[in-house]
C-alpha cells in the first residue's frame, strides 16, 4: 500500500496589506490521509515488535524440540514428534510472514523517506524562489515608486522655479510702478505750483490792467492828450494778450495735471493688482514647498523601509528517532 503525494504550489496576495506571497505544502486532504497513513504504519511496526521477539524465542524453542525430538526419537515417541513438527511448521510460517511483512514495510519507510527528502528538497528550493520572487517584486515595486515620485518632484520644483520667476518678475513690475508713481505726483507737484505760479501772474497783470483802465478812464475824462491814451490803450492790450496767453496755458496745464491724476489712478489699480497677485503667488510658492517637501519625506521613507523577509527553508534533516527508522537500523 502506498500513497503519490503531489506537491502543490500556491501562491496567493494578502487583502491586507496588498503584498504578495508564496508558500508550498500539502493539501489538507493529503495531510490527512499521510497522518492517517503513518498511523497505521506505527500500529503495524508495534505489533510486529512482538513477533520480532516470539521469533527469538521460537528459535530457542525449536532448537529445544530437536532436542526433544532426539529424546523422543530414541524413547520412541513417534506421535508426540509430529505433534511437534507441525506446531514448529506453523511457527516458522509466522515468523516468514512477519519477517516479510517487516521487508514490507521497510521498503515502504525507503519510499517515504525517498517521497519525505523530496518534498522536503521541492519545498526549499519552491520557498527559495519564492522568496527571491518577493524579493525582486518588492525591490521593483521600490524603484518605480521611487522614479515615479522624483518624476513628481522634478515637476514640482520646475513648477516652483516657474512661479518664483514670476513672483520675482511681478516684484520687478511693482518696483517700476511704485517709482512711475513716486515720477507722477512728483510731476503733478510741480505743475501745481506752476500753475499756482501762473495764476499769481494773471491775478498781477488783471491788476495792472484794471489800474491802466481806471488811468485811461480819468485821461479821457480831463480830456488829456490822446496819444497819451493810446499809449495806456496799447499796454492795456498787450497786458491783456498776456493774460489770454496765461489762460491758455493755465488751461492746458490743468488738463496735464488732470492726465497725470488719471495716469496716477491706473498705476494704483495696477498696483492694487500686483499686490493681489504677489500674493497668490506667495502662498502658491509655499503650498508647492510644502509638497515638495512631503514628497521628499515619502521618497526617503521608501528608501529607508526594510526589505521583506526571507523565509527560511526547509531542513532536509531526517529525525533520527522515528520507529520505522530505528527498526530498520535493528534489523540492518
Known sequence: ???????????????????????????????????????????????????????????????????????????????????????????????????????????????????????????????????????????????????????????????????????????DSLRQLSTQLNEKYGQIEELEKRVQRMKEEKKTLDEKKQLLKKKLHQMMSKAENAQSCVKVQSEMCVLQEQITHLDHVIHSQHQHLHNLIHQIEGLNNELKYQDERIENLKDQVAVLQVKNKELKCQVEFYKSQSKPKISKAVCTRSDENLPYIVISRLRN
Request: with cysteine; hydrophobic share 30%; charged share 30%.
Open 1 to 171: 500500500m502506498s500513497t503519490a503525494l503531489e506537491v502543490t504550489h500556491h501562491l496567493g496576495e494578502n487583502t491586507k496589506t496588498a503584498e504578495p506571497f508564496l508558500f508550498c505544502g500539502f493539501t489538507l486532504s493529503e495531510i490527512i490521509e499521510e497522518t492517517e497513513y503513518i498511523k497505521t504504519i506505527r500500529s503495524t511496526l508495534a505489533k510486529v515488535q512482538p513477533l520480532l521477539y516470539k521469533k527469538e524465542f521460537n528459535h530457542s524453542i525449536a532448537n529445544g524440540t530437536l532436542d526433544s525430538k532426539l529424546h523422543v526419537t530414541e524413547s520412541g515417541f513417534a506421535p508426540e514428534e509430529e505433534m511437534l513438527s507441525s506446531n514448529n511448521e506453523e511457527t516458522l510460517k509466522r515468523i516468514n510472514k512477519a519477517e516479510e511483512e517487516l521487508v514490507w514495510m521497510n521498503k515502504e519507510n525507503e519510499m517515504l523517506k525517498m517521497k519525505l527528502e523530496a518534498l522536503r528538497a521541492t519545498g526549499a528550493e519552491c520557498v527559495k524562489h519564492g522568496s527571491q520572487k518577493l524579493h525582486e517584486t518588492y525591490t521593483k515595486r521600490s524603484e518605480d515608486l521611487k522614479k515615479r515620485y522624483e518624476g513628481v518632484i522634478n515637476t514640482m520644483k520646475a513648477r516652483n522655479l516657474e512661479q518664483e520667476q514670476i513672483l520675482k518678475q511681478s516684484t
